[in-house]
């Protein structure tokens, strides 16, 4: 318990500095500092984005102070709270789903909202990318790690059925999100490598069967249109040629800040939104993509330290499995926009315009400035 | 089982941490993929990508160059450009042109035939991305309307041009013709390139004929747009080659006063400066507003424009082709006395009728009663036929043909007058080919009054009474004068190869003269009427054209047809005799006789040319008929 001991010391050492400020408000300051960078940052490509449209930052302000809050909540709590309410909200998570798909409304063929008269309108997927991991790190933490197989398929379960009904929306980013966020808690509970191996296995046989039984046309066009953009530059391939023009025209140091041809002249769709990173890509060049990777790789080294030194399983794998989540989404994003996967619906973690992602986002932040912050002063 | 109590916590917590560690690889390694990839489409394959950014933003776009003007010999400018604004449609920018249309309809004064074009157009091929106007002329409110409505309307333009504009267009339609809008067929013969900007082309008359030194070189320019095509900012310009400024011989004021002189009758005036062979006046009475056809005529209006009963839209100084009757007896004259058929001296006795043999049908002269012994002199200057019969007759066709052709009949001789017809000068050959008949001595004396098959336009007269003006010499009918900034008409206006006409006695040109003063001057001249009091000597020769059917037409009256019945009444002359500075064709449809309503119109023109134009308000003082010739 050597390590443990180590961290848990130097927290409490620290109770008398500046840091005893940040231990009673539950903000894990250098985490906190990365995220007001990303987000600052964020706010200025955006500004670009939306095509110099002071109101869109505005909007994108008050939401990004309203999932701060949310987070500062969330960092509140002592994660003992997450793991007791784990299986009712998964409970509620299911029904919200079920209900989705029932009375749900939504647009461009696609049901996500749930809108419940009194309150506001929500989309329960973006409340299981929360519990989903959170229930299956529930479920594992109690039991031996690593898990027995029996374990294991029920953690699958776990992920695996919301994530269906969130396909059935259909909404094959936030799925993909679920989904993963669950496989993840199953990976850091310590499946053997062998399983591991067999789950790719059968990812690889799966995967037909989902393009042929699965997936809507249109995201069977995505893909195609990731293979040969230029099949169709006027139709689906636009979006990636466009994106790949502004990205590429970019260069090493850009075009500068609200110099882009490309989103300001409106040849780059979705500008502010989904492809907020080509236009980061366009004006800022090669050096900025570069500053904004190492931003989300620190922040990702940062989580996943919280997550190592972390006190108890649930807290571990719940911490682990939200900040690959994070990773997803910037990985998703970026590999979409640059060409180098299908389109998918996956806004750019705090940057792309658009509330309930980045709520989300900062409630997971908040879950691991919970777990960092509410360490109990354990002896050895 | 309970909460952590028989767990390894130490063994989980070293485990979570290797796969974390794995974890962390993985999130490396990825990152290191999207940096690898960014660095291949920023580094490495940048310079693709800028040209293609590059081509996305910055469009060449085609500017055309502003058409020529065109002044009179005043520099008076007869025709001239003018902004119009007109809004069109890009239809593959615009998402759904039902929709659009039906927008467009809301705000702007569509009409039926406005959208009955618009969709021909876009039936019609067409280069890609090319701008389809929808409708001309807007007001500023329409344009204020559309700024407001911009956003909602993608590929929806409003664009200013400059539209070619006629400021006295009623009476210069038919001399300069007009621009309209590039067609099908004419699309096939143009420039492409030169012409990637241009959406007018001269259709007829001087537009026409200049349309190549009218038009210009067309200019480009690289201008940056947005995705919808809206163009933001020009990066770069080469401008156009504007179109030459060019001059014309006619002169406003005689164009204008042809004009007042035939107001509300149907009828030519065609004016020949004899030196040059500019024409001074070309006129068509009426003439109709080319404006309207410059952006495209409705069809309802153009309908009644085409099946007007006075024809507008004929172009009679150019097309009009008429049994010239009298008007050549001059040029007979010169054929008679040059082939040696007929002497100056030579008297016949006129008892009123002319018959090939005994007993024979009578061709008549005008004079049923006869004008007695006359020569060739008392001929052309009481206008008798039965000497010209009995001349044609013994000149035979062939040279009849050979004389005429000389003075132009037959041919069109024009330079640069774009339609001009050659009207029918008969032959032998002709009458074989056409009615397969042989050439009776019967078609020879009508021939010799003009009348029978032969037919000419007042061009073709003026132009032969020009060469008569000229005393033999050709000076071919042409409307270009000068262009404007100095530049040579050598290479633009094609050159005439007419040869002067020699004569065995060169004198005779001057006794043909001599007859037609006679006319004027003498006392029994048929139009000695239309020159009393003239300051200056004049030539000229009456005429009559009869008007031999009209379609029996039960929505015309009585008194319109009777009107119509009558003969088309002829006039040539030039004036001073000895040093001529215009010479004329007058044709006015039933006017009756030449000297009557003809010669006066002439007189009139004479006047103004030689001793100033009347002032504004003047009344047009038209000589009175006296003596009823024909």
């Given at each position: 318990m050597?390590?443990g ?9 620290s ?35 939306a ?10 302000s ?5 999932a701060?809050v ?13 793991r ?16 989705v ?5 939504g ?20 409340l ?25 398929a029920?953690a699958?379960?776990?992920?695996l ?11 094959l ?20 490598w ?23 046309e ?11 953009p ?17 990205i ?11 110099q882009g ?13 989904d492809f ?6 366009e004006e ?12 989300y790789l620190?922040?990702?080294l ?12 649930f ?5 682990g499995?939200?900040?690959?989540t994070?990773f997803?989404?910037?990985f ?9 996967l299908?389109?998918?619906g ?9 509330g ?19 360490r ?5 | ?30 990152l ?9 489409l920023q ?12 081509k ?8 055309a ?6 002044y ?11 902004p ?7 239809p593959?920018r615009v ?8 927008k467009?309809?809301?705000m ?8 009955e ?12 991305f ?16 559309l ?24 009476l210069?339609a ?6 309209g ?26 537009e ?19 995705a ?8 770069e310009?080469q ?52 404006n309207k ?16 009963i ?22 007979m ?14 008297e016949?006795w006129?008892?009123?009728?002319f018959?090939l043999r005994?007993?024979?049908r009578?061709f ?19 206008s008798?036929d039965t000497?010209f ?7 035979g ?9 000389a ?17 029918l000068?008969?032959?032998?050959d ?27 336009t ?7 009474t ?15 004068r ?16 007419h ?52 379609a ?6 009585e008194?319109e ?5 009558r ?22 449809e ?24 009347p002032?504004?308000?003047?009344a047009?003082?038209v ?8």
């Amino acid at each position: 318990m050597a390590a443990g001991d180590m961290f848990t010391g130097s927290a409490r050492n620290s109770l008398s500095g500046p840091r005893g400020l940040w231990s009673v408000l539950h903000i894990d300051p250098i985490l906190m500092f990365l995220l007001l960078t990303l987000i600052g940052g964020g706010l200025v490509v955006l500004y670009s984005g939306a095509d110099q449209n002071m109101a869109v930052v505005k909007a994108q302000s008050i939401r990004m102070g309203v999932a701060l809050v949310v987070m500062l909540v969330f960092a509140q709590l002592d994660p003992s709270v997450f793991r007791r309410w784990a299986p009712w909200l998964f409970a509620l998570g299911l029904a919200g789903l079920a209900a989705v798909l029932l009375v749900g409304v939504g647009a461009k063929g696609a049901q996500r909202w749930l809108a419940i008269p009194g309150l506001p309108r929500f989309q329960p997927s973006e409340l299981m990318k929360l519990v989903v991991p959170m229930m299956a790190a529930w479920y594992l933490s109690r039991h031996y790690l690593p898990p027995r197989i029996r374990h294991v398929a029920v953690a699958i379960l776990i992920a695996l059925v919301p994530m269906a009904l969130i396909i059935l929306q259909p909404d094959l980013g936030t799925s993909l999100l679920v989904g993963t966020a669950g496989i993840f808690v199953v990976f850091f509970a310590g499946i053997s490598w062998r399983l591991i191996g067999a789950f790719f296995a059968m990812v690889s046989v799966a995967a037909p069967l989902m393009w042929f039984f699965v997936m809507r046309e249109y995201q069977k066009q995505r893909v195609l249109t990731l293979l040969d953009p230029q099949s169709d530059p006027l139709g689906a391939g636009w979006n990636i040629i466009q994106s790949k023009t502004a990205i590429g025209s970019g260069g090493v140091d850009g075009k500068g800040w609200l110099q882009g041809t490309q989103s300001h002249l409106e040849f780059l769709p979705e500008s502010h939104t989904d492809f907020i990173v080509a236009v980061l890509a366009e004006e800022f060049g090669f050096i900025g993509m570069l500053v904004l990777l190492v931003l989300y790789l620190l922040i990702i080294l940062r989580c996943l330290y919280i997550a190592a030194i972390a006190q108890d399983s649930f807290s571990r794998l719940l911490a682990g499995a939200l900040t690959m989540t994070f990773f997803i989404y910037i990985f998703v994003n970026v590999g979409m926009v640059s060409g180098l996967l299908p389109v998918v619906g996956i806004p750019l973690p705090l940057v792309s315009y658009g509330g309930t992602s980045s709520v989300t986002l900062m409630a997971a932040f908040g879950v691991l400035m919970s777990i960092q912050t509410h360490r109990r002063m354990i002896s050895a | 089982m309970p909460w952590g109590e028989f767990k390894d916590t130490a063994a989980e917590r070293r485990l979570f941490q290797r796969r974390a560690l794995v974890m962390l690889l993985l999130v490396a390694t990825l990152l290191g993929m999207l940096v690898a990839r960014m660095y291949q489409l920023q580094v490495v394959e940048h310079d693709i990508y800028t040209t293609l950014s590059d081509k996305n933003r910055v469009q060449v776009q085609s500017v055309a160059p502003p058409r020529g003007l065109i002044y009179d010999r005043n520099d008076v400018l007869l025709a001239e450009n003018r902004p119009v604004f007109s809004v069109t449609l890009v239809p593959e920018r615009v998402g759904n042109i039902e929709q659009t249309l039906a927008k467009l309809q809301g705000m702007l004064s569509i009409s039926d035939e406005d959208m009955e074009r618009f969709e021909r157009r876009l039936m019609e091929p067409r280069r890609p991305f090319q701008e389809l106007p929808l409708r001309y002329d807007l007001d500023e409110q329409e344009i204020a309307r559309l700024a407001v409505h911009r956003h909602e309307l993608p590929g929806v333009e409003v664009s200013a041009e400059l539209v070619r504009y006629y400021p006295h267009s009623e009476l210069t339609a038919h001399a300069l013709g007009y621009v309209g809008r590039i067609n099908r067929q004419e699309l096939q013969r143009i420039d492409p390139i030169n012409y990637a900007g241009t959406n007018y082309i001269g259709k007829s008359g001087v537009e026409r004929f200049y349309e190549k030194l009218l038009h210009g070189r067309v200019g480009y320019q690289h201008v940056e747009t947005n995705a919808r095509g809206r163009t933001l900012r020009v990066l770069e310009r080469q401008n156009p080659v504007p179109g030459e400024d060019i001059g014309l011989h006619m002169d406003l004021r005689l164009q204008r006063l042809a004009h007042e002189l035939l107001d509300g009758r149907r009828g030519a005036i065609v004016a020949v400066e004899p030196s040059t062979g500019g024409l001074l006046a070309l006129a068509s009475v009426p003439g109709f507003d080319a404006n309207k056809f410059v952006t495209g005529i409705g069809s309802d209006e153009y309908r009644e424009l085409s099946t007007s009963i006075d024809m507008p839209l004929f172009n009679r100084a150019l097309r009009g082709q008429y049994p010239p009757g009298s008007t050549i007896k001059p040029m007979m004259a010169v054929a008679g006395l040059d082939s040696g058929v007929t002497t100056r001296e030579k008297e016949i006795w006129d008892p009123g009728y002319f018959q090939l043999r005994e007993g024979g049908r009578r061709f008549r002269n005008w004079k049923r009663t006869g004008h007695g012994w006359v020569n060739l002199m008392d001929s052309v200057a009481q206008s008798t036929d039965t000497y010209f019969y009995q001349m044609g007759v013994e000149m035979g066709v062939d040279k009849m043909h050979h004389y005429l052709s000389a003075f132009g009949f037959g041919e069109d001789a024009t330079l640069d007058v774009a339609g001009a017809l050659s009207g029918l000068l008969p032959s032998r050959d002709w009458k074989r080919a056409v009615h397969n008949e042989s050439w009776y001595p019967g078609d020879s004396v009508n021939m010799s009054i003009g009348q029978g098959y032969m037919l000419a336009t007042p061009l073709q007269l003026a132009t032969a009474t020009s060469v008569i003006a000229n005393r033999g010499n050709w000076a071919e009918p042409r409307l270009l004068r000068d262009i404007k900034g100095d530049r040579s008409i050598d290479n633009v206006l094609p050159t005439g190869d007419h040869q002067s006409i020699e004569l065995k006695n060169p004198g005779d040109w001057e006794f043909a003269v001599d007859t037609m003063v006679e006319v004027m001057h003498g006392s029994k001249g048929t139009a000695r009427g239309a020159a009393r009091g003239a300051p200056y000597r004049m030539a000229g020769k009456t005429g009559t054209a009869q008007v031999f059917s009209l379609a029996e037409d039960e929505e015309y009256d009585e008194e319109e047809i009777r009107e119509r019945l009558r003969d088309h009444a002829l006039f040539v002359g030039f004036a001073p005799v000895d040093d001529p500075k215009i010479a004329v064709a007058v044709i006015v449809e039933n006017g009756g006789s030449g000297s009557g309503t003809a010669a006066p119109v002439a007189r009139a023109l004479f006047d103004a040319w030689l001793l100033g134009f009347p002032k504004e308000g003047e009344a047009l003082v038209v000589g009175a008929s006296e003596g009823d010739a024909n």
